[in-house]
């Protein structure tokens, strides 16, 4: 049994940054194949979620099926794998590659490589993607195709001489984009006769249909029927329906090599499907399973409540929902003395919370207060363990500890060259090791090593700020250094507050220590007693701000006599107000706490 290669298919994904029309291509190729009727067509088609379509961004990975009739006289399956752009979704873009042979890269010609371009085209370089070039956007009046052609030669090392020119907007030259794909790109290659093998590319949840899992058949061929086997799980199940999208479900007789496609096997949760498992027969298995593709790790931490504490269990179904479609989110119970009972959640990244957030908010009629978003540190303790450490109210006792060490991250920025300054600032304030920065044409790309700590909080917007919008900016985890880290909390009236506390670099401390207590103190309302608002490492405190007590005037009834009366009154309201502080409750209002959180130095 040989692999044959599969002629009239191709599968391919598009890659791109932030806002460089792949969305828009993907409907301009939908359209010009005629997958859809003009009455069906829709703006942004695979942009399924309200929130894809209002901020403009892709969240989920998306496919669908063409057929185009060439100029050979052929007709030929396009299997199109529509990616996300941006850093927090780059899981979705590797499983995407995964399941194709080729990548349309596209660049907008007025504004060039971005740094998520050279992310995800190196991507698809690593997984041996054959790579046609799109410039979008040549009918602006800034576009300087020749320009960014030699950019992306001279940038990211491929030849970009027959680089396709298109307007997604207008549908200038999509015919050109589908002939390079038939023309350019590899067909898929495998064994019909062979057990059958295929990757499970992702998967979600129907509410009419159970778990809907998308495939990518390697060797075999899968039929409606038929007893399938999940090799990482070990579990087995029946196919009630198989088929295509195009971009509607369409059921087929089969899917064979090379196909991508989805089946239905009445499973209950999406958490049983695990992505980049192998999917092959129960009866004929296959020998070795697909490599796939590392498992998604949170790297941001921080604690959802309610507002209204009856709210705790719509938010507990609400997030079970959500987990069953999207497996890189996950939570866990917690309880906070101040906020009550709530989650603690992991994410990939701000963008993910954000939006994890909102959907919680907006689909689930929810109102949410988060805490501080904190990364996940390792701790080395004193007798050899090591323990992550994902809230730091949780943090051991100090003796305890031998070593913190937090995540750090290898950071790509491009900017103009009259920003180069600022940016660099900013890396530099924020505990940043340069590695390198060289020349893209008139922009600096300058390479630093970070601490994700210091990313978390407003990195990006910072960044936006400082060049005025223009910097784009990608990372990834590199690895996890020892640091100089303490726990800083924040004690009110002599209590500490455990949803304020979080770690932080020594030399940051005291800056960052200050700032809180003086948002504290404009946020919390007067007592009719003084307040104290400190922030402390351990025992020692390293900032102070106090809030003035509410007076009430006795000495309004006393006019004329003996002074000693009045200060006999003021003696007697200063006892009391004393006693008030000892056994006086501090309230905090919701607001005080969703504002301090959202600050940052």
Not at 31 to 42: D, V
Not at 331 to 353: K, P
């Amino acid at each position: 049994m040989t692999a044959r290669t599969f002629d009239n298919i191709r599968n391919f994904s598009i890659v791109a940054h932030i806002d460089h029309g792949k969305s828009t291509l993907a409907d301009r190729l939908i359209q010009t194949t005629g997958a859809l009727s003009a009455r069906e067509m829709t703006e942004q088609v695979l942009d399924s979620m309200d929130i894809e379509r209002e901020r403009g961004i892709t969240i989920k990975a998306q496919t669908v099926r063409l057929e185009y009739k060439a100029q050979d006289g052929k007709t030929y399956i396009l299997n199109l794998m529509d990616t996300p752009g941006h850093v927090d979704f780059a899981y979705e873009v590797s499983r995407s590659l995964a399941a194709c042979e080729g990548s349309l890269l596209v660049v907008d010609a007025s504004q060039g490589v971005e740094a998520q371009t050279l992310a995800n085209v190196y991507q698809a370089i690593d997984a041996n993607h054959e790579i046609v070039s799109v410039l979008n956007k040549i009918d602006l009046p800034a576009a300087d195709p020749d320009r960014i052609k030699e950019q992306i030669e001279e940038v990211i090392g491929i030849d970009a001489s027959e680089a396709v020119p298109i307007s997604a907007k207008t549908g200038l030259n999509i015919e050109g984009v589908l002939e390079a794909i038939v023309q350019k790109l590899p067909p898929p290659k495998g064994d019909p006769d062979a057990p059958l093998k295929a990757l499970l590319v992702d998967s979600w949840y129907d509410a009419y249909l159970g778990v809907v899992v998308l495939v990518r058949i390697v060797d075999g061929t899968m039929k409606k029927g038929q007893t399938i086997k999940m090799m990482g799980t070990g579990a087995s199940y029946g196919l009630d329906r198989v088929g295509v999208f195009n971009p509607k479900m369409t059921e087929m007789a089969q899917l064979g090599p090379g196909e991508v496609g989805f089946f239905t096997a009445s499973i209950k949760e999406v958490a049983d499907t695990r992505v980049g498992d192998t999917i092959t027969d129960e009866r004929k298995p296959t020998a070795a399973a697909l490599p796939g593709f590392k498992p998604v790790q949170p790297v941001v931490f921080c604690g959802l409540f309610p507002v209204d504490a009856a709210d705790f269990e719509n938010l507990r179904a609400a997030m079970g929902k959500l987990r069953l479609n999207d497996a890189s989110f996950s939570y866990e119970m917690e309880t906070s003395a101040a906020l009550g009972f709530g989650f603690r959640c992991g994410f990939l990244g701000l963008l993910h919370l954000e939006i994890i957030q909102e959907r919680l908010e907006r689909e689930f009629n929810l109102d949410l207060i988060s805490t501080a978003p904190s990364v996940v540190y390792h701790l080395r303790m004193t007798d050899g363990t090591m323990k992550e450490l994902h809230n730091p109210a949780d943090m051991p006792d100090v003796m305890k500890i031998d070593a913190i060490e937090e995540p750090w991250i290898r950071a790509t920025i491009l900017a103009p060259d009259e920003y180069l300054g600022a940016v660099l600032k900013l890396c530099q304030d924020r505990r940043g090791v340069q590695i390198d920065l060289n020349y893209v044409g008139k922009r600096a790309m300058v390479v630093y090593d970070l601490p994700l700590n210091e990313v978390v909080f407003d990195f990006y917007d910072r960044l936006k700020s400082v060049s005025k919008g223009y910097a784009s900016f990608d990372y990834h985890i590199s690895d996890y250094r020892e640091g100089d880290l303490v726990k800083m909390s924040v004690l009110v009236n002599g209590e500490p507050v455990d949803a304020l506390s979080m770690l932080v670099h020594r030399t940051r401390a005291e800056g960052r220590g200050r700032a809180m207590c003086e948002k504290l103190k404009e946020l919390i309302p007067p007592h009719m007693f003084q307040i104290p608002v400190q922030a402390a490492i351990g025992g020692k405190i390293i900032a102070r701000e106090t809030i003035r007590a509410l007076r009430k005037d006795v000495t309004a009834k006393c006019y004329g006599g003996d002074a000693s009366r009045k200060r006999k009154l003021l003696d007697k309201q200063k006892e009391g107000k004393k006693r008030m502080r000892q056994y006086g409750k501090v309230d905090i209002p919701q607001e005080a706490f969703i504002a301090a959180l959202k600050m940052d130095t």
